[in-house]
């Protein structure tokens, strides 16, 4: 959806092949930005790696047996590149999310495009915030579960079922953080009022406790409250925005009303 011929082309309009061609050049830059992202991130995996098992070093310390280990020949090596793809979609996504919003928001209205601009620029920080607290909670977790090793034993855990753990947890939390946006964006598309989000706030509060606790482990209630206060508020602030939204949304059909009725 390109620019070029504005000109003598006002309304920006594009045949199917031009939107093909289009695509396939944003989709290229798009791909080499993750190609290069991904192989900075796999010289990155083995630091990110030592990081994420901090938290066995200090229980190490305290004297329970922990080890972090490759269970097999190829692990290694599938963890780091696991690693790698998933830092290569991370540090490209400015890069990435830049060429989708250039080949959609083109063909948007005015206030289509301020829509999906305020989404991204509201859930990408909201997104980044959900995951830091995901990592802040992480040790605590990976604490009291290998606490209950038994006396004699040593807890021997496989370096990609780590891995795992820990990137579901904090994505888990990053994406919960979003969810917010997206009641907001919902009411701002008319699909829900402000007052059915209000209304329905027992439920939200109900949501969050229970993702807090799915996410922590038994036991653990700061950790749970960590992750499900935050949320909580978000929801009320979301609620918030959708109230006003409707206020001046009744406020312009009531001045067109009135208008309607000069007239």
Known sequence: ???????????ATMRLAGHLR??????????VAFVVAAIGGF?????????????????QASGLPVEL?????????????????????ILSSPIWIWQLLAFVVPAL???????????????????????????????????????????????????????DFSLKLVFAVGVSYVLPVIVVFLNLAGVLSGAAIIKG??????????????????????????????MVVLYFAAAGIALLVDRRRAKRESALESSGAAA
């Open 22 to 31: 289009e695509f396939k050049r944003r989709f290229l830059i798009s791909g």
């Open 109 to 163: 209205r005015g206030i289509e495009r301020r829509y999906v601009l305020g989404f991204i620029a509201a859930a990408v920080p909201l997104f980044v915030a959900g995951c830091a607290t995901g990592w802040f909670v992480l040790p605590r977790i990976i604490r009291l579960f290998v606490g209950f090793t038994p006396d004699g034993f040593t807890a021997f855990l496989g370096a990609s079922d780590y891995w």
């Open 69 to 89: 280990n490759v269970t097999n020949i190829t692990q290694a090596l599938d963890v780091q590149m696991r690693i790698a793809f998933f830092l290569g979609l």
């Open 1 to 11: 959806m390109a620019r070029k011929g504005r000109q003598s082309n006002p309304e």
């Open 201 to 230: 706030w027992r439920w939200a509060v109900l949501a969050a406790t229970l993702f807090g606790a799915f996410v922590t482990p038994a036991g653990e209630v700061l950790s749970m409250f960590i992750i499900a206060v935050p």
């Open 43 to 59: 010289f990155l995996a083995a630091p990110l790696l030592q990081l994420l098992s901090a938290p066995l070093d200090e229980l």
